[in-house]
């Protein structure tokens, strides 16, 4: 059997926005690891294939080891074809069996399991005449998995996740370095200091209310205090920080300041003081020193998030952050308003005041207003230079997919930009 | 209407806070005019409010002086049909 994680354009792909305007859907990060690692391990999968939009799948392809828009694995096998979406530890098909195609209320596939015999019955033109076909020609049931609707129900699950995922990597004690003096508080059973770890002395570990994992190579600077459930990804420095329970810090991140319940993507930096609290933030972010964002309204009313620039939508929770997509930089005293949308690329430059919660992906966000500042290349040099000081190479291939995104995301930049033209001339 | 070179003084001078009878073609937005990179930012985004033009970014802030400038943007006015006063 072949697993074949389908991510391609759709209606609901937004809702993932900003980090899956980079990335497949499947790519973003939830507890230990990401949404498709938590599949493949779920079905027990030796053999993986991925369907992405067109525009990403050369830059994913230097990314992955799995085949990526190969019409070819589509013809040979015992096929499950799966949503990204999907929950995985409630995903409970036999992933062997006749035909099946699961839809959503809505009519989308959440999952195909798509018998070798039928293969020759599907178009293989492209995978959008395939996943039609496959609806058209094979059974149909309705599906009632439970799935993610929207990137901040990651942020919202992230704690229950972790201790699901430490859980299941069934592994606890102290294999790095712990100098002392330092405090343990909670069961040893619920901590796991990986080998090549180095803890500092005066760090506080607390798992008393959830599990602590530290990854292979992190550091752990003095006066940081953990709070489980948390995970701190490899070779990852926490800087003193005050780390609450929640946390999932991804590979080589730097962090410190005040951290509550957020995801953030690897090699990013928030090396100062300031809050970020049920943020979800990219890869290569930089945070400049006192950025702090708000997740908890003034009257505690539920936060409402505008993935579109345009219309709000109702979280269902009183607490949601920031959400901050790849390559931002921030400076130093930037404010996010609660449930801020961030696009990738964006250039921020505090005012001192919230910032709007909107703000499109490669705006120059300067003096209050959205800019075309000093344009894209701009961007790529600094993204570029940031990548070269962690030994990381900015490809053409990236450049060739960050260009698509600056297209598409064009329209809605082009009327930020406007408005900030009127409110330049009014000043 | 205001020729070119006008409108450029007028927009420039607005924008940096100086009287526009004092500023020449040879004035350099930075070294004699005192533009911060911000500023030069404000510039562009108003030369195209004034103008109805886009300009390429990197093209428009590579320009360094108030005649470089009157020369890039009425080629831009030509090349996007916007007729000017030259």
């Known amino acids: 059997m072949k697993l074949i994680l389908l991510d391609i354009t759709n209606d609901t792909r937004c809702n993932f926005y900003p980090l ?10 939830c507890g230990f690891n990401s949404l498709g690692d938590k599949l493949i391990a779920k079905i027990g999968a030796k053999d993986v294939a991925c369907f992405v939009p067109d525009y990403m799948a050369d830059s994913y392809r230097t990314k992955t080891k799995y085949p990526v828009n190969d019409l070819t694995v589509l013809q040979v096998n015992d096929l499950l074809i799966l949503n990204p979406c999907i929950k995985a530890e409630s995903f409970d098909v036999a992933v062997s069996g006749p035909s099946e195609v699961g839809l959503d209320e809505q009519g989308n596939v959440m ?98 209310h ?70 979800y933030v990219g890869e290569w972010v930089n945070l400049g020193a006192f950025t702090t964002n708000s997740d908890l309204k003034n009257d505690y009313s539920n936060v409402s998030v505008m993935m579109d620039g345009r219309h709000a939508i109702d979280t269902g929770s009183v607490k949601v952050g920031s959400l901050i997509g790849d390559h931002v930089k921030t400076s130093i005293g930037t404010l996010f308003n609660t449930g801020s949308y961030v696009g990738p690329m964006a250039l921020i430059m505090g005012t001192g005041k919230p ?31 940031a990548m070269s000081r962690r030994k990381s190479q900015w490809t053409q291939t990236e450049q060739d997919m960050w260009d698509a995104v600056f297209e598409m995301t064009a329209p809605i930049r082009k009327q930020a930009v406007k408005k900030g033209r009127r409110a330049m001339l009014t000043r | 209407m205001a020729t070119v070179e006008e409108r450029v003084k007028e927009v420039t001078a607005q924008v940096l806070k100086l009287d526009s009878d004092q500023i020449k073609l040879d004035d350099s937005f930075t070294a004699d005019l005192g533009a911060e990179s911000v500023q030069s930012i404000e510039l562009v985004a108003m030369f195209e409010e004034e103008f109805g033009i886009e300009m390429d970014e990197d093209a428009a802030l590579s320009v360094e002086t108030v005649g470089k400038a009157v020369d890039f943007i009425t080629q831009v006015c030509a090349e996007q049909g916007v007729d000017v006063e030259e």
């Open chain 1, 20 to 29: 899956a305007l980079g990335r497949p859907i499947w790519e973003l990060r």
């Open chain 1, 111 to 208: 999952y195909a399991r798509i018998a070798k015999d039928d293969t020759g019955k599907l178009s293989t033109d492209n995978i959008e005449a395939f996943i039609a076909d496959v609806k058209a020609k094979l059974p149909n049931v309705k599906s009632a998995l439970p799935r993610w609707q929207y990137i901040w129900d990651l942020i919202l699950n992230n704690a229950e996740q972790i201790s699901t995922d430490f859980s299941a990597a069934g592994q606890h004690g102290i294999e790095g370095t712990v100098e002392q003096p330092n405090a343990i508080r909670g069961s040893k059973k619920d901590i796991y200091i990986a080998p090549g770890v180095m803890v500092h002395p005066m760090v506080v570990i607390d798992a008393e």
């Open chain 1, 210 to 279: 959830g599990p602590v994992y530290i990854d292979n190579d992190a550091e752990i600077h003095p006066f940081t205090r953990i709070e489980g459930p948390c995970y701190v990804g490899k070779q990852a420095i926490m800087l003193g920080a005050k780390c609450r329970e929640g946390n999932s810090i991804g590979p080589l991140c730097r962090i410190g300041g005040e951290v509550e319940e957020s995801i953030i993507h690897g090699h990013s930096n928030k090396y100062h003081d300031g809050f970020l609290g049920h943020a």
């Open chain 1, 355 to 385: 910032l709007p919660k909107y703000i499109p992906a490669f705006a120059w966000f300067i003096e209050g207003i959205v800019t075309k500042g000093f344009g894209k290349r701009k961007l790529y040099e600094t993204a570029k230079m």
